[in-house]
């Protein structure tokens, strides 16, 4: 027996004498990423990752209690796991009601609640300032999308841009996309995985819209600004910096998709 199966085994029977259950069964669930997510007796979903990983998680999900949102049923305390309750319904990989899932993305991102600690950006990982985050999304981003544009100085202009626009600051899911969206009759009914951010609602708002190809092909500019509902030269340099960075992530996992999203940006540029 592996020494991964026997920690497995050890949890399992950790939450068992936690919930006071008995064990039926468990499966494991691949979620792309770092973590170890295994569902135990169908109906509770148990999360190993890094400690920091998940206490920031457990932060979000304490603070924005959305019923969208996965429900802690038990959060180990020193953060090894987490035990959720399980979200019945598929993954939203196609977009089968874009009106429906643009005013849930609204909803939820217009809900969010305020965060009053320091730092922004990635809450396991803090930057001093919004802009500084921002920063480091590009460069980072920068590695993986140079050979497909390679001149990324309006990017970063555009963090020029933000600075004009206070915001309060929120704690956001952070990774707020389709492919963490569960659906059910083609609606959206839960939001799953958060990588929690402090920052502005409106990052997460475009990160959602541009998340996936259905809505960017079948959306406009005008109708983005009349959701996000903020001055449209705000709205114009998030959408720069959040499709920038989702340009990086879609040649990393979607590859097939990067001309959609490049013809979206050229079409787009500011």
């Known amino acids: 027996m592996n020494t991964d199966y026997q920690k497995d085994l050890k949890v399992i029977k950790k939450v068992l004498n936690k919930l006071d259950i008995p064990y039926e069964s468990h499966k494991y669930f691949n979620d792309g990423h770092s973590s170890k997510v295994f569902l135990l007796n169908d109906h509770y979903l148990v999360k190993q990752n890094k400690q920091s990983l998940l ?19 038990y959060a180990d305390s020193n953060y090894d796991f ?22 849930s993305i609204f909803k939820i991102t217009s809900n969010y609640k305020n965060y009053t600690g320091y730092g922004f950006g990635y809450l ?19 590695l993986t999308v140079n050979p497909y544009i390679p001149d990324n100085s309006n990017v970063y202009k555009c963090i020029n841009i933000l600075e004009k626009y206070p915001f309060d600051k929120k704690l956001l899911h952070g ?16 939001v799953i995985d958060p990588m929690p951010i402090i920052g502005d609602p409106l990052y997460d708002l475009l990160f959602a819209i541009v998340s996936n190809k259905d809505i960017l092909k079948n959306i ?35 590859p097939q998709d990067i001309d959609t999203y490049l013809n979206y940006w050229n079409k787009f540029k500011i």
Request: with cysteine; proline share 1%.
């Open 220 to 254: 406009t500019l005008e109708k983005i600004y009349s959701l996000a509902n903020e001055p449209k030269e705000k709205i114009n340099a998030m959408l720069t910096i959040v499709l920038y960075s989702r340009i990086a992530r879609c040649i990393k996992y979607q």
């Open 175 to 190: 990774d707020f996309g389709t492919h963490n969206f569960v659906k059910e009759n083609g609606k959206l009914i839960g």
């Open 124 to 142: 396991n990982e803090k930057f001093e300032s919004w802009s500084k985050f921002l920063d480091d999304e590009i460069k980072y981003s920068s």
């Open 82 to 103: 987490v035990v959720y309750d399980f979200i019945q319904g598929n993954m939203m990989k196609s977009v089968d009601d874009i009106e429906d899932t643009l005013k």
């Open 55 to 73: 206490k920031a998680e457990v932060q979000f999900l304490n603070l924005n209690n959305s019923k969208v949102f996965q429900k802690i049923v």
